[in-house]
C-alpha cells in the first residue's frame, strides 16, 4: 500500500450545497494531483499543488478549489453542487524527483 | 487540443493469446506517456511509462511519435491480467496528466 488516504469513502450533497474531501499522502510527497472520474471515463485532471501553492489547473470551474497543508494532506471543495458534479475524485501524490503517481482509493461523491 | 483515445472499450482474449491495447494521442509538444492500470478492488496503479522502456510484468509499449500511438502489448496474455488499463499523457514541464477513457482487458481462460 502507498499510505495514500482519502475520506469520506462516500458521500451524498444536494444541488447547491458545497463539500469537502480530503486526501492525506505520505511524508516527502509535496506534490498532490486532483482527479474527478465520472462513470465510464477516465480521470479529469482537476488542479495541482505543490508545497501548498497551486501549480497546474485543468478546465474546471473556480468553484473547484484546493489546499494544501504542511503536514502532507490535501483538501478539495466544491461550492454550488451541480448534478454533474456525481463522480469519483480521485488524489494522487507524487514524491519530489520521482515520476510515480501513487493514487488513493478515492470518494464517491453523489449529488442529488 | 490534448487528448488521448483508447478506441475498444473492452478486449477480451484467452489465457495464452497476445494482448494488443491500443492508445492514440493529440498533442504538439514532446509527449510523456504512461500505461497505468487498476485491478479489481485496488486502486489506480502506474503499469509502465515509455521514457524508462522497460517490461513490467510482461507488458511493453513503445512510443510512435510518427503513429502518435503507445500501444500496450504482451505476448502471452495471463488470467491475471483482467483489469481496468489507462493509458495518460503527461504534457512538458508540468504534473498534468491527460488520461483516456480506458480499456477493460478480460482474460479468458
Known amino acids: 500500500e502507498t499510505g495514500v488516504t482519502q475520506s469520506p469513502t462516500h458521500l451524498i450533497k444536494t444541488r447547491g450545497q458545497q463539500v469537502t474531501l480530503r486526501c492525506s499522502s505520505q511524508?516527502?510527497?509535496?506534490?498532490v494531483s486532483w482527479y474527478q472520474q465520472a462513470l465510464g471515463q477516465g480521470p479529469q485532471f482537476i488542479f495541482q499543488?505543490?508545497?501548498?501553492?497551486?501549480?497546474g489547473r485543468g478546465n474546471f470551474p473556480p468553484r473547484f478549489s484546493g489546499l494544501q497543508f504542511p503536514n502532507y494532506s490535501s483538501e478539495l471543495n466544491v461550492n454550488a453542487l451541480e448534478l454533474d458534479d456525481s463522480a469519483l475524485y480521485l488524489c494522487?501524490?507524487?514524491?519530489?524527483?520521482?515520476?510515480?503517481?501513487?493514487f488513493g482509493p478515492g470518494t464517491r461523491l453523489l449529488v442529488l | 487540443a490534448q487528448r488521448v483515445t483508447q478506441p475498444e472499450k473492452l478486449l477480451s482474449v484467452f489465457k495464452g493469446a497476445p494482448v494488443e491495447l491500443k492508445c492514440n494521442y493529440s498533442?504538439?509538444?514532446?509527449?510523456?506517456l504512461f500505461w497505468y492500470v487498476q485491478y479489481s478492488r485496488q486502486r489506480l496503479q502506474l503499469l509502465l511509462r515509455?521514457?524508462s522502456r522497460e517490461s513490467i510484468k510482461g507488458f511493453t509499449a513503445d512510443l510512435n511519435k510518427g503513429e502518435t500511438s503507445f500501444h500496450l502489448k504482451k505476448p502471452f496474455a495471463q488470467e491475471e491480467d483482467s483489469a481496468m488499463y489507462y493509458c495518460?499523457?503527461?504534457?512538458?514541464?508540468?504534473?498534468?496528466?491527460?488520461f483516456g477513457t480506458g480499456t477493460r482487458l478480460k482474460v479468458l481462460a
Open positions: 498533442y504538439s509538444g514532446s509527449p510523456e
Open positions: 494522487a501524490s507524487t514524491p519530489d524527483f520521482q515520476e510515480t503517481q501513487y
Open positions: 511524508s516527502g510527497h509535496n506534490t
Open positions: 515509455h521514457i
Open positions: 495518460a499523457l503527461r504534457t512538458s514541464g508540468t504534473y498534468k496528466y491527460i
Open positions: 499543488y505543490y508545497r501548498e501553492e497551486e501549480n
